[in-house]
């Protein structure tokens, strides 16, 4: 389990493409406290380690969570959201956030306020409409956030400024896609 509170932004050093099968390296500030087995949510996606070496550590990416996420999309150098599971002893600062990616969703428009926050709006998939309510949470990319509002087709989470600069959120552009889990509670 995890919070959806991105404990760092990680980068792609290698992606090996197997038969059906990613192997993805990624450099992370807390490689030397990993062992293999942790499990780390990756934009959102818990995915056991499986390898480490010097201050890389190693995913595998099946065929189906390739179909569920934007993992398959991940290119040399790209950050990626990373958080490590949920400790009994850890406080619950965002939402519970399972690392089962739901589906995936395209940034529809990108405003940004006046007070420097950012207003983001998102399709929204059909499978959501009765998941995804206005000041419910919902985690993108493995974010946790709070759905400020929800039209027809749209909706729409703000951006702080502190998570604009310490997650995937500064890179995102209309049309990127983000992982969706939506809120089980």
């Given at each position: 389990m995890f919070t959806g509170i991105v404990e760092a932004v990680g980068?792609?050093?290698?992606?090996?493409?197997?038969?059906?099968?990613?192997?993805?390296?990624?450099?992370?500030?807390?490689v030397g406290e990993l062992s293999v087995g942790a499990s780390i949510?990756?934009?959102?996606?818990?995915?056991?380690?499986?390898?480490?070496?010097?201050?890389?550590y190693c995913v595998e990416v099946v065929q189906e969570t390739?179909?569920?996420?934007?993992?398959?999309?991940?290119?040399?150098?790209d950050p990626v959201n990373?958080?490590?599971?949920?400790?009994?002893?850890?406080?619950l600062e965002g939402h519970i956030v399972q690392g089962h990616i739901d589906t995936t969703t395209a940034v529809v428009e990108i405003e940004r306020m006046?007070?420097?926050?950012f207003s983001y709006t998102f399709e929204l998939p059909e499978a959501g409409k009765p998941l995804v309510v206005e000041k419910g949470s919902i985690a993108l990319d493995g974010v946790s956030l709070t759905v400020a509002a929800v039209e027809e087709k749209t909706f729409r989470v703000a951006?702080?400024?502190?998570?604009?600069?310490?997650?995937?959120?500064s890179r995102l552009r209309r049309g990127s896609r983000v992982n969706v889990e939506f809120d089980l509670l």
């Open positions: 980068t792609v050093q290698a992606i090996e493409k197997g038969a059906g099968a990613y192997r993805i390296w990624i450099q992370a500030p807390f949510a990756h934009n959102g996606a818990c995915l056991s380690v499986v390898a480490i070496k010097h201050r890389f390739l179909s569920r996420t934007n993992l398959g999309q991940l290119e040399l150098g990373l958080e490590r599971s949920l400790l009994p002893t850890s406080r006046s007070d420097g926050s951006i702080i400024p502190w998570t604009y600069q310490h997650t995937t959120f």
